[in-house]
């Protein structure tokens, strides 16, 4: 079975992640084989340059600075970016689901619902955490402003609406309760796969 495992910014959907890997979950993350495929990816990266000009890439890396200012406020440029970048991502994550072994896999990926792909999942899992906290947690994990992060926060659809559309909740506020949830979705996942199995 493959499951979607999505929340907004600074919800924690990295965390939950985590917590399945631990109980021997295969997990791919989708921004993280993004970032690597922009570097290790010669189609991609030459599209990139073609796109943003040779300074996308500053001494083999890829600028993410300038990147993201030019796609900050630019919703065709950024759509432009995302042709670029979701069909690799999408190959590369079919590859690695048909090597995996287990129940069931996750993908977690930021813009499920946004981008319209929750019929490509057997279950989606989301992530929620209150505005407060997650402000605080981007704020302090990648050093930009509060207004940044709102901004951030206004380009996704909000919790509400993703609620309705998903399969299980995880309200991330406390660690330890997060665990119990993530445990229970975990074996309910199982009983689901064996039922079709039969």
Known sequence: MLVGLTGGIGSGKTTVAEMFRQLGVPVYESDEEAKKLMHSSKTVRNAIIELFGELAYTKGRLNR???????????QLLAQLNQIVHP??????????????????????????ENEMQDRYDKIILVTAPKTARIKRVTDRDGVSEEEVMARIK????????????????????LETTKKK??????ELLKIFQERKI
């Open 155 to 174: 380009n996704q659809l909000d919790d509400k609406s993703k609620i309705e559309c998903s399969d299980f909740v995880i309200e991330n506020n406390d």
């Open 88 to 113: 690799a991502v999408k190959d590369h994550f079919f590859d690695w689901m048909s090597v995996q072994d287990a129940p069931y896999v996750i993908q977690e990926t930021a813009l499920i619902f």
């Open 65 to 75: 600075k300038l990147i993201a200012e030019r796609v900050f406020g630019d919703k």
């Open 182 to 187: 993530v445990g229970r979705i975990h074996s």
